[in-house]
């Protein structure tokens, strides 16, 4: 996902009545109306949310029959599936969209598999079983990411000493903390990421030859 949309998707997250918009479609979907009241908010500024939040796609609307009989209204669910990282600490900084639609989960094959199973042993407790076994496995990843996080985090500052230590040049640094971050030893991708000329970006890289066996 490019910066550009990073930044939209931040921008509607930050907003904490959204997010307890978000929360409720994310169980089922809601009239305006019906959403004021669950989350305690006047229907006016709902519609506005939904309404910022469709223009970005991360709703979609339908008209649909009142629940009450009266006019036809519009019916809000939620249209993507993101999920929504951002690591910050000394010498650490991550921010990173993934969208989780099928074309783009490895082994996405597996889970159909496994829905296919569910549709056909569809009691709840089948479901719980399945939710239970997924939340014990997602607790135990992400124990394993902070775990190296933490020893990325101790290894970039290492590396940062050694940086400030030999070079006195902040493009320099700037270059090296993104190689190091992201593994790209390539000048050209380098300048395009950075946003800085390639043929500077190499003269700096000429002149880091021999301080540095990265390239």
């Known amino acids: ?6 930044d939209k998707i931040i921008s509607l997250l930050q907003n904490p009545t959204r997010r307890k918009i978000l929360e409720v479609l994310s169980q089922e979907e809601h009239y305006p109306l019906k959403l004021s009241r669950a989350i305690d908010t006047s229907q006016q500024a709902v519609s506005k949310h939904l309404d910022k939040m469709e223009r970005h796609g991360i709703v ?5 029959k009142s629940e009450r009989g009266g006019p036809p209204t519009r019916l809000y669910s939620l249209n993507r599936e993101i999920s929504v990282r951002i690591d910050i600490g000394p010498c650490l900084f991550q921010a990173d969209v993934d969208e989780l ?8 094959e597996d889970i159909e598999e496994k829905i296919e199973l569910l549709k056909r042993d569809g ?8 939710i239970s076994e997924i939340n014990e496995e997602m607790s135990r990843l992400e124990t394993e990411r902070l775990y190296m996080l933490k020893l990325k985090e101790i290894a ?6 050694y940086i400030m ?15 190091l971050n992201t593994g790209e030893t390539d000048h050209r ?3 395009k990421e950075l946003g800085v000329r390639e043929d500077e970006v190499l003269r700096l890289i000429k002149d880091m030859k021999g301080k540095t066996e990265i390239w």
Do not use: C, W
């Open 165 to 179: 230590k030999h070079f006195d040049d902040y493009r320099e640094r700037s270059i090296l903390y993104h190689v």
């Open 189 to 191: 991708v380098i300048a």
């Open 60 to 64: 979609i609307s339908k008209v649909s």
């Open 101 to 108: 639609g099928s074309e783009d989960v490895k082994g996405y």
């Open 123 to 130: 009691d709840l407790e089948s479901r719980r079983k399945l």
């Open 156 to 161: 970039m500052t290492h590396a940062s000493e």
């Open 1 to 6: 996902m490019n910066k550009e949309e990073f």
